[in-house]
């Protein structure tokens, strides 16, 4: 058996092209998932580690942990399957993978263990990892931070979602007026999605009745949404770009009137309105895709490679008839 198995070796084994093979190491999506299963699975029993990852072992394995809240939520829970899917396959590159859920008032979540090598975390735990890990090169998911060390930011395009939003609502109401529903400003997702919407609103020539900021409650979502009915009787179209959904849908009730209402959020009380018609769309922010794209720049910092920056993750349109294919 020759001492060095390479790349050419296991597409021999798996009788596919060098091409393929390296597709299906790099995790491409342009390889359907049980070839590149296969190939992966062959290259480990061959011992194939390429050429990056040989000089990995050589020294030792890296460590990479992913950090998730404790409590459950849709995203984390799509998380962590595809961390699943993801984290056997990086042996073959000289890595070990783990995942961390970490509780609320966590400060010290590497006490009693060794620091991994890098660390991928989503916004919803970056007040939880404490001073402790803040010389841990980490790729942020869903969140933009400068508390951390980023090598590389795997954010959905927020302002793409704003745009969809605008092209829905001109499309699915023939250009009826519309206004947006926010629970605060000043986050960077919703600012970026409000900036995208009007962008198309405006150039769409839609009657634009205004934004407003209505907290956490459907007393104050009520108001605000009377505030702008009042002002623009011809209101139509409602985007939601927070989770607000619960309250606008209460809201709408009280006002005894029917609303497209375009939302950005996936939690079930959102997805159970799409279902049930009392939603005409949602937008879907990918947290497979996040994640993927995130170990992917772990194992680019790992190897030597220069550090990617910002990962643009584009948003993908639910509608009531393609529901089921992100459930």
């Not at 859920?101 to 404490?130: W, Y």
């Not at 090598?151 to 969809?164: F, N, S, T």
Request: proline letters at 6%.
């Amino acid at each position: 058996m020759k001492e060095t198995i390479g790349i050419r070796d296991v597409a021999e084994k798996c009788g596919v092209s060098i091409g393929t093979v390296s597709k299906a190491l790099n995790r491409s999506d342009r390889i359907g998932d049980e070839t590149a299963e296969r190939i992966r699975r062959i290259a480990r029993e061959m011992g194939y580690v390429g050429s990056g990852a040989a000089r990995a072992l050589s020294a030792r394995r890296r460590r990479m942990a992913i950090l998730l809240p404790e409590e459950e939520s849709w995203e984390t829970i799509r998380y962590i399957r595809t961390a699943e899917r993801l984290l056997p396959a990086l042996s073959a590159f000289g890595m070990e993978g783990e995942i961390l859920a970490l509780p609320a008032g966590s400060q010290a979540p590497f006490a009693g263990r060794e620091k991994p090598d890098a660390m991928i975390l989503p916004s919803s735990v970056i007040g939880r990892v404490g001073e402790a890990a803040a010389d841990i090169p980490a790729v942020l998911l869903h969140a933009r931070s400068s508390l951390l060390s980023p090598v590389a930011e795997a954010v959905p395009d927020y302002r793409i979602a704003g745009r969809l939003a605008a092209q829905f609502s001109a499309f699915a109401t023939s250009g009826a007026a519309c206004a947006i529903l926010i629970s605060r400003r000043g986050t960077y997702a919703g600012e970026e999605m409000i900036r995208g919407f009007r962008e198309i609103a405006t150039r769409l020539s839609l009657p634009f009745a205004g934004i407003a900021e209505c907290g956490e409650s459907a007393r104050q979502t009520a108001a605000e949404l009377r505030r702008l009915s009042d002002e623009m009787p011809r209101l139509r179209t409602l985007f939601v770009p927070s989770p607000l959904i619960p309250a606008v849908l209460a809201a709408t009730a009280e006002a005894k009137k029917k609303y497209t209402i375009i939302g950005a959020d996936f939690s079930a009380p959102a997805t159970e309105a799409l279902r049930s018609g009392q939603v005409a769309a949602l937008l879907y922010m990918s947290p497979e895709r996040q994640l993927e794209e995130a170990v992917r720049a772990v194992q680019n910092w790992f190897f030597g490679k220069k550090a990617v920056g910002l990962i643009p993750i584009r948003p993908e349109l639910v509608l009531r008839s393609n529901l089921e294919c992100y459930l």
